[in-house]
């Protein structure tokens, strides 16, 4: 049974932690990359992403198998990024799509409707992450009143 936490708590903290850097790479893209050919292929962009994921599963693999031999409460770690999972992947797909509504509502130009809606994308997904990572501290570890 702990080798399944093990795994199910890696691809969680896996996950999150590509979902931050890969919204975080396309607004810090938006910013300095000039070139007009930034996803010609999204295939090829999606087996990087599909790698890099594998990468970090297996490296928090051996993270969580560390911590739980050395943490007696392993358990809400895990119980906490499981959690963690699905309200992340809905902000990471949502984010953007806010983003680009509101910023095609103000803004008529592409290329700042580009950048406006990547930045306004990049601050929803922090804020709105910030919001589940409270709530779900809140269903682990509930308050003592």
């Known amino acids: ?11 969680s903290m ?19 990359d000039t070139s007009s050919v930034r996803f010609d292929d999204p295939l090829e962009w999606l ?7 594998l990468f970090l599963w297996i490296f928090f693999c051996g993270i969580c198998a560390i911590l739980a031999a050395k ?7 895990t119980d906490f990024f499981v959690n963690l999972f699905l309200p992340t992947a809905a ?5 953007p799509f806010l983003g680009m509504m509101i910023v095609a509502l103000i803004v008529s130009d592409l290329h700042l409707a580009r950048f406006y809606s990547s930045l306004l994308s990049a601050l929803i997904f922090i804020v709105l992450f910030m919001i589940v990572v409270a709530e ?5 570890y509930p308050s003592k009143s």
Do not use: E, N, R
């Open 1 to 11: 049974m702990i080798i399944l936490k093990i795994i199910a708590c890696a691809f």
């Open 14 to 32: 896996g996950f999150c932690l590509m979902c931050i850097s890969s919204l975080m790479g396309f607004f810090i893209g938006q910013i300095f």
């Open 47 to 53: 087996q990087q992403k599909c790698v890099y994921f």
């Open 71 to 77: 943490l007696k409460d392993f358990g809400k770690l």
């Open 91 to 95: 902000v990471w797909m949502l984010s």
């Open 136 to 140: 779900v501290l809140k269903q682990i």
